[in-house]
């Protein structure tokens, strides 16, 4: 805000090597990203690579950290197609399953009446739950190893992108922090390799039951001139559904409060 007085809605800053343009007004910002696609996309940082290279599949079908090419267009097109597919099936249970997993955090509430009590593990497990149940029918319990690889790679990521300035902005960043690199695509490449392997053996019955089933009679559904059009193929609309599990944990993770509750 105080640059924005002395240079305006729109100017230029460099984060060490790179030049960022700063939109400083809700007006600027609204026409640029509402209106203009070329403001979709994403800077080629290196963090943001090692992020799209975690796991063992094509890594095309990933269009979160991706620049609005036709190919980003087309899978985001499809998963906002998919999700409302899913959310009018009558199968999908997804009103019960948001009861049942408030019901869970309610009780934990209600236990720790009186005492000082940090709720970010309840909140994690709770929103992992309705997550994983709706992308793919994934049941999640307190003691699932699968709820705690993903609660892991929640806090791996977050510290990786805390890393993240020195490894994009200092000179030659990606070579110094190499290892850092590494330590996190061990760390959260096994959890990308087990969802992938869910989504792909995922066969929907006719009903939409969850997300993958969305995706799947998507997939099945996506003309092949459409899909050679774009360079995409069935799997990678599908495998949307991995982006669709991981950025929620992701984001709940960054935005949970620290302090404890009492």
Same mark, same amino acid.
């Given at each position: 805000?105080?640059?924005?007085?002395?240079?305006?809605?729109?100017?230029?800053?460099?984060?060490?090597?790179?030049?960022?343009?700063?939109?400083?007004?809700?007006?600027?910002?609204? %026409?640029?990203?509402?209106?203009?696609?070329?403001?979709?996309?994403?800077?080629?940082?290196?963090?943001?690579?090692? @992020?799209?290279?975690?796991?063992?599949?094509?890594?095309?079908?990933?269009?979160?950290?991706?620049?609005?090419?036709? @190919?980003?267009?087309?899978?985001?097109?499809?998963?906002?197609?998919?999700?409302?597919?899913?959310?009018?099936?009558?199968?999908?249970?997804?009103?019960?399953?948001?009861?049942?997993?408030?019901?869970?955090?309610?009780?934990?509430?209600?236990?720790?009446?009186?005492?000082?009590?940090?709720?970010?593990?309840?909140?994690?497990?709770?929103?992992?739950?309705?997550?994983?149940?709706?992308?793919?029918?994934?049941?999640?319990?307190?003691?699932?190893?699968?709820?705690?690889?993903?609660?892991?790679?929640?806090?791996?990521?977050?510290?990786?992108?805390?890393?993240?300035? @020195?490894?994009?902005?200092?000179?030659?960043?990606?070579?110094?922090?190499?290892?850092?690199?590494?330590?996190?695509?061990?760390?959260?490449?096994?959890?990308?390799?087990?969802? %992938?392997?869910?989504?792909?053996?995922?066969?929907?019955?006719?009903?939409?039951?969850?997300?993958?089933?969305?995706?799947?009679?998507?997939?099945?559904?996506?003309? %092949?001139?459409?899909?050679?059009?774009?360079?995409?193929?069935? %799997?990678?609309?599908?495998?949307?559904?991995?982006?669709?599990?991981?950025?929620?944990?992701?984001?709940?993770?960054?935005?949970?409060?620290?302090?404890?509750?009492?």
């Amino acid at each position: 805000t105080e640059m924005g007085k002395g240079y305006g809605d729109i100017f230029m800053v460099k984060l060490g090597i790179k030049k960022v343009i700063v939109l400083n007004s809700e007006e600027v910002i609204r %026409e640029a990203l509402g209106k203009d696609h070329n403001f979709a996309g994403r800077p080629n940082f290196p963090t943001f690579k090692a @992020l799209l290279n975690a796991g063992a599949m094509d890594t095309k079908s990933r269009f979160t950290f991706r620049t609005a090419s036709s @190919l980003w267009k087309f899978l985001r097109r499809n998963a906002i197609k998919a999700l409302g597919t899913f959310a009018a099936s009558k199968s999908s249970k997804l009103q019960a399953v948001v009861e049942e997993s408030r019901e869970v955090f309610h009780a934990k509430i209600e236990a720790k009446v009186g005492r000082r009590w940090d709720p970010t593990q309840a909140i994690f497990e709770c929103v992992a739950s309705v997550i994983g149940r709706i992308n793919f029918g994934l049941e999640f319990s307190v003691d699932s190893p699968l709820l705690k690889d993903a609660h892991h790679a929640t806090e791996v990521i977050g510290k990786f992108f805390g890393v993240g300035a @020195l490894i994009n902005n200092v000179p030659f960043g990606e070579y110094i922090f190499s290892h850092k690199i590494k330590e996190f695509l061990a760390t959260i490449s096994p959890l990308f390799d087990f969802t %992938e392997q869910q989504i792909l053996e995922h066969r929907c019955s006719g009903e939409v039951r969850d997300i993958a089933d969305a995706l799947y009679k998507t997939a099945t559904e996506t003309p %092949e001139d459409e899909l050679r059009a774009v360079g995409a193929n069935k %799997e990678q609309v599908r495998l949307i559904s991995q982006d669709l599990f991981g950025a929620p944990l992701s984001r709940r993770q960054s935005e949970t409060p620290r302090e404890d509750c009492g």
